[in-house]
């Protein structure tokens, strides 16, 4: 991703580094965990799509970190469910996961 004379590269650590592609100057780095798959920026918020299946988006002023969406991972859904107030999921990663829409 390209933005306002930045790069925003993702790597298979679970980096995504910032360069300055003015003098190629590296200007940070944001820790994920896990693959980046997708970056997009808009003013100081970075959001991310992660192998995982998660959406996790970062304010490059702070650093802290906000997770939209926690997926199963790399396994399937095999179960859902609504009630008034909650999606509920399971997969075959041996989880349930609780969502607030």
């Not at 790069?7 to 995504?16: A, N, P, Q, W």
């Not at 992660?50 to 304010?59: A, H």
């Amino acid at each position: 991703m390209w933005n306002n004379g930045k790069l925003y590269s993702g790597g298979s650590d679970g980096t995504i580094k910032v360069v300055n592609t003015a003098d190629g100057t590296a200007v940070c780095a944001y820790d994920f965990g896990s693959l980046p798959r997708a970056i997009d920026v808009m003013d100081n918020l970075l959001l991310v799509g992660l192998r995982t299946g998660s959406i996790v988006e970062t304010d490059m002023t702070s650093g802290s970190q906000t997770t939209y969406v926690q997926s199963h991972n790399d396994g399937e859904v095999w179960g859902l469910d609504v009630d008034n107030a909650s999606v509920w999921t399971t997969g075959d990663d041996n989880q349930v996961i609780q969502w607030s829409p």
